[in-house]
């Protein structure tokens, strides 16, 4: 089973950037779908973006036009830029994989391999 490690959390200012990484080890190669997934206090876990293989992306209304998804094809990191940030997305945000394919891209029940999690924190 494929190993999860997120980095590149921290706290910022509404309207700024973070760019989060995932670090995979294990047999990362067999992993075709990756996704985001966050989770805020007393909310359940939301789908924030997807990519399958390296260019089939999906991104939740929430996000898209601000964040982006990408795979690194050297190493299989996992990589979500986050620009243009709201107080609505202070979150824990986690990495996610499958062998694939997935059908529900953003849905955390087509994932079964996940990272511990990294907290965003948004200022307004």
């Known amino acids: 089973q494929v190993q999860l490690v997120e980095s590149g959390g921290g706290s910022v200012q509404a309207g700024g950037s973070l760019r989060l990484s995932c670090g995979v080890s294990g047999y990362a190669d067999r992993y075709a779908y990756m996704a985001w997934f966050r989770q805020a206090p007393g909310k359940e876990r939301e789908g924030v973006a997807s990519?399958?293989?390296?260019?089939?992306?999906r991104y939740s209304e929430a996000v898209k036009g601000r964040f982006t998804v990408s795979k690194d094809r050297a190493s299989y990191t996992l990589h979500l830029q986050m620009n243009n940030l709201k107080p609505e997305d202070a979150a824990m945000y986690y990495c996610?994989?499958?062998?694939?394919?997935?059908?529900?891209?953003?849905?955390?029940?087509?994932?079964?391999?996940w990272g511990q999690g990294i907290e965003v924190t948004v200022s307004s």
């Open positions: 996610a994989a499958y062998p694939g394919p997935v059908i529900q891209a953003l849905e955390s029940w087509e994932y079964n391999s």
């Open positions: 990519i399958g293989g390296y260019t089939n992306t």
